[in-house]
């Protein structure tokens, strides 16, 4: 007959600790207050027991020390606070944001594109001009990939602010401008000055990342623009 022998194996604190839990870890802010803390009161003791006993530490010295205590641990508190909220923010943005992937931005950019759909037929590209002020009179460029002129397009008065444009790929030949991706520069006169005109590209966001210098939209010309870059969603 064979003999069962018991193993007795010690279970690790480690273990332990995962499987029934432990108490919860002190937040660094915590910690740093009570470090704060112990080395404020190690001070304060340690000038207790030292002072002159002729001329002992009025009331109101200890009360200035404990003021400035209270002070220290306030703001540390409050510190942690505002992290918390910072870090609550970016997060509801970053859910927000999420909420353009798969729409079409106007942003910053001199880029266009054409692409002919199933028939045949080439599509609009579409494009925009973001005019800080007011402008008598706003022209389109339209270069293909050689820097070429392929089409001119002049429009007439055009308030300040944000203006949606496309192309329906006629060229200033009257032909048909090929697929492909062309650029565009624009200007923009008052009284027959040149003002600020600013170029704007049409993209799709493709998705959202949260960085540490905030939320960027990852576009589908390989570019990442912040929230705020973004002049007009479709």
């Known amino acids: 007959m064979s003999t069962v022998q018991s193993n007795t194996q010690q279970v690790s604190s480690a273990l332990l600790a995962t499987m029934n839990g432990t108490a919860s870890t002190t937040s660094a802010a915590q910690a740093s207050t009570d470090d704060a803390t112990t080395r404020f ?90 005019l800080p002020t007011a402008a008598n009179s706003v022209t389109i460029t339209i270069k293909d990939s050689t820097g070429a002129q392929v089409k001119q397009i002049t429009l007439g008065a055009q308030d300040a602010g944000t203006l949606p444009l496309s192309w329906d790929g006629t060229t200033d030949a009257g032909t048909t401008a090929a697929d492909g991706k062309y650029t565009f520069a624009v200007s923009a006169t008052v009284s027959g000055k040149s003002v600020t005109a600013n170029p704007l590209s049409y993209q799709q966001v493709l998705s959202v990342s949260n960085t540490t210098s905030g939320i960027q939209l990852n576009l589908a010309n390989n570019t990442s623009v912040a929230t705020s870059d973004v002049k007009e969603i479709f």
């Not at 970016?90 to 927000?96: A, D, G, I, N, R």
């Open 41 to 130: 009161m190690t001070l304060l003791v340690t000038q207790l027991q030292n002072q002159d006993p002729l001329n002992p530490m009025d009331n109101s010295q200890l009360t200035t020390q404990l003021a400035q205590l209270s002070t220290v641990t306030g703001i540390n508190q409050l510190n942690s606070t505002v992290d918390t909220l910072l870090s609550n923010m970016q997060s509801s943005e970053s859910y927000q944001a999420s909420g353009l992937v798969g729409h079409n931005v106007l942003t910053a950019g001199d880029t266009l594109s054409l692409a002919s759909d199933a028939s045949g037929t080439s599509s609009a590209g579409y494009f925009g001009v973001d």
